[in-house]
């Protein structure tokens, strides 16, 4: 059975500091990984998306891809705290939305 | 992007009774698909919503617990039939955008069963 695992945090941080938050993931088939963020009683909204190994970068956000490791990561700089909230990691067979498998996500509090 | 909504947005239902939840996007998609998200977990796909077919159920979810209908490209319901207090959950519908590159979920249906 595919799985993702993440630690449930929550994890806090300091405003201004850089919020590292991590996935592993079983399947090594899997070519897709997503980067969800989901504020409490809303729906998720997809930040980041990753099918190549190495860094992509969007603003604030990085996200990190090590398939040898069968690990993603996501670091957000200059935390604020508007990006408290629930971090979902997904990972999938292709580039497309079918058989996307989510984590439990990691509950991320911003201390300002 | 595509809006996406629910309805209802939460009930509040009894038991062995059944709740049929509304997904409309305001505009034609081909991948539609039915999540449930229980208290302090995470999404767990139901099923996929083929339009002018049967859904595609994933393992552990069968049509005559969660019937779903798919009559076009921009609507779909899901039915929570018979339902039991383990059934109580967030229930999101969710389309693959036309690019491929992204997912995008309704505000989702919170239903609690008593």
């Known amino acids: ?112 | 992007s595509a809006v996406i909504s629910q309805k209802p947005s939460r009930d509040i239902c009894q038991r062995g009774t059944s709740l049929t939840i509304q997904c409309q996007v305001d505009s034609q998609v081909t991948m539609m698909f039915w999540y449930r998200q229980q208290p302090g977990q995470s999404l767990t796909l139901i099923a996929t919503a083929n339009q002018g077919s049967e859904a595609t159920y994933e393992s552990g979810f069968v049509i005559d617990k969660f019937p779903i209908s798919r009559p076009n490209l921009t609507f779909s319901t899901l039915t929570v039939s018979n339902m039991s207090p383990e059934d109580s959950s967030i229930y999101l519908c969710s389309v693959e955008a036309t690019s491929g590159d992204t997912q995008y979920f309704g505000p989702g249906t919170r239903l609690t069963v008593l």
């Open chain 1, 1 to 112: 059975q595919k799985e993702v695992e993440q630690n449930s945090g929550p994890l806090s941080v300091p405003e201004g500091a850089i919020a590292s938050l991590n996935c592993t993931y079983s399947d090594r088939g899997s070519q897709s990984f997503f980067w969800y963020r989901q504020y409490s009683g809303k729906s998720p909204e997809l930040i980041m998306s990753i099918y190549s190994n190495g860094d992509k970068e969007d603003g604030r956000f990085t996200a990190q891809l090590n398939k040898a490791s069968q690990y993603v990561s996501l670091l957000i700089r200059d935390s604020q705290p508007s990006d408290s909230a629930t971090y979902l990691c997904a990972g999938g067979d292709s580039g497309g939305y079918q058989k996307v498998t989510f984590g439990t996500g990691t509950k991320l509090q911003v201390i300002p």
